[in-house]
């Protein structure tokens, strides 16, 4: 069952780790860095993305952006990036796992989780490179980069108000 996109409808997703399912891969819109982020601290959304746009590029190739922010691959530093200039390369090929499951491959090196840090490791099928694909919570069909970028918003300002509704019931507030 695959949660990614046509030519002209993507879906908003969350790409969890496998080896733990409160980590997502997100950026830091602040510094320009792709990180793991925890489901726990998301209550800085404005500096933090972590629902991902996914572009069809062909059959299973695809372009990742987290708030309109493109994702590339630095191979002399074998990491992975927000991309600054177009000469990054950009495509990832998503490699069926599992049902829902999934590693970012890009040139025989995928995604993987390093003790806090993502960067490129040779894909060997290990959890620290298996993503878990969930709807984000709704998908968005044509229409301009500013009403896609809209939901996305919309997305995470339900999911901020979430999270802060929880944390006050944890202390016994309402």
């Known amino acids: 069952m695959f949660l990614f996109i046509s030519l002209l409808t993507s879906k908003l997703i969350e790409l969890h780790f496998l080896h733990n399912d409160s980590l997502v891969l997100g950026i830091d819109t602040l510094h320009l860095s792709v990180l793991p982020?925890?489901?726990?601290?998301?209550?800085?959304?404005?500096?933090?993305c972590t629902f991902a746009q996914l572009?069809?590029?062909?059959?299973n190739h695809y372009e990742v952006f987290y708030c309109g922010m493109k994702v590339c691959v630095d191979r002399e530093e074998r990491d992975v990036a927000v991309c600054t200039y177009d000469?990054?390369?950009?495509?990832?090929?998503?490699?069926?796992?599992?049902?829902?499951?999934?590693m970012l491959e890009s040139d025989g090196r995928c995604v993987t989780y390093y003790y806090g840090r993502v960067g490129?490791?040779?894909?060997?099928?290990?959890?620290?490179q298996v993503f878990v694909a969930r709807e984000g919570g709704g998908s968005v069909d044509g229409g301009t980069i500013a009403e896609k970028e809209k939901i996305v918003l919309e997305v995470m300002d339900k999911n901020e108000e979430y999270y802060r509704r929880e944390s006050l019931k944890g202390i016994g507030r309402k």
Do not use: H
């Not at 572009?55 to 059959?59: A, E, G, L, N």
């Open 55 to 59: 572009r069809k590029i062909s059959d």
């Open 120 to 128: 490129l490791g040779k894909c060997d099928g290990r959890d620290e």
């Open 37 to 48: 982020l925890s489901k726990a601290f998301q209550q800085a959304l404005n500096t933090y």
């Open 87 to 102: 000469e990054l390369e950009s495509v990832f090929r998503m490699v069926v796992v599992d049902d829902d499951k999934y």
